[in-house]
Each structure stands twice: as C-alpha cells, then as structure tokens.
C-alpha cells in the first residue's frame, strides 16, 4: 500500500484547509486508514481515523473542527480542517492499518500563523 498526502500549507488562524490521502497498490487489504500529526518536539498523535467498522475516530482536541470522510472511488481520504489554531502546526501523516504492519505516507506540513 503506498499512500500520497497533499493539501497542506500556511494559513491563517481561524482558516481553513482541506488534505487529500491518495492511497494505491493493495488498498483491499486496508483495515483502517487516518491522520496523524507530529508538531516540533512533540510526539507524533492521532488526529481523525476511520476504524474497521468505518466508524470515525477524532483526538478531543480537533473533533468539532476537523472531519474525516473518504471517496472510495477514489481510494482518497480527505481531512477537512476548519477554525485552525496555531496549535494544529505539524506534519500531517496519511496512515494506513493492514493486517501485517502500518503503511505511512510523506506527510504534508501545515502551517498555522496567529
């Protein structure tokens, strides 16, 4: 499974932004697929995920804010992000449970000026 993340950038605080998860190869074998980020000096977390069941998951500290969703047509995974803080500034990672290991993506950096 490879997975191409896209979507990020500088934005202002309160803006917007949507990321865009392309994922490719054997995408049948996916169990779970999500977001996670990693800000400067911090630990890498979980963001949004869709789990097994495809019910969505999201840290308390975007849910409300952020939405996961998914185009399976596409084999795309989207982040919407809405009323951004400076605290959401990381690297964004596309990532992807199978059943042998987890699949990473490049990661897109997202900026946050206040």
């Known amino acids: 499974v490879q997975l191409q993340a896209s979507g990020g950038g500088l934005v202002q605080a309160g803006g917007s932004l949507r990321l865009s998860c392309v994922a490719s190869g054997n995408t049948i074998s996916i169990i779970t697929i999500g977001w996670r980020r990693q800000a400067p000096g911090k630990e890498r977390e979980e963001v949004a995920s869709?789990?097994?069941?495809?019910?969505?998951i999201y840290a308390d500290s975007v849910r409300g804010r952020f939405t996961i969703s998914r185009d399976n047509a596409k084999n795309t995974v989207y982040l919407q992000m809405n009323s951004l803080r400076s605290e959401d500034t990381a690297v964004y990672y596309c990532?992807?449970?199978?059943?042998?290991?987890?699949?990473w993506g490049q990661g897109t950096l997202v900026t946050v000026s206040s």
């Open positions: 869709f789990s097994s069941d495809g019910s969505t």
């Open positions: 990532t992807a449970r199978t059943r042998n290991r987890r699949h």
